[in-house]
């Protein structure tokens, strides 16, 4: 019963400070895509290793390079976005309230962070490749 409270009341705080701006956004508009992922992720990061056992290593070698260059790119790419939004936005660089508005600044912005958001996502996947790789 507590628990349900606890949850009911995490998933009402949830609702009512989400940002209506990004609902049609992918992996964002409810808590259960990215908690579905997460599971994915600790059931492969378990089986991975136990998979691998008795097994030759993966050679991920050039998928792996190639990620890592995505994902320089990628935290390239969020850096100018970052940098240049706040920069064009005026930010202060102490502390600024979040702009809720669709002007283009605030959503150019609200993008960065659900990139940044999808990064870490992706970056799930690089423990995965260890899991199955055993060293
Ligand atoms: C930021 O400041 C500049 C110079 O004061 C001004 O021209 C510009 O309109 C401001 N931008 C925003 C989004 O407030």
Redesign the pocket.
Known sequence: MQKNLCLLSIVLVLCIVADKRTDPWPLIYSPIPVTIIVWMYLGLVWAGPRLMRNREPVDLRVVLILYNLAMVGLSAYMFHEFLATSW???YSLLCQPVDYSSRP?PMRMARACWWFFLSKVIELSDTVCISFHHW
Request: proline share 0%; glycine share 0%; no cysteine.
């Open positions: 064009l936005s005026n600044l």
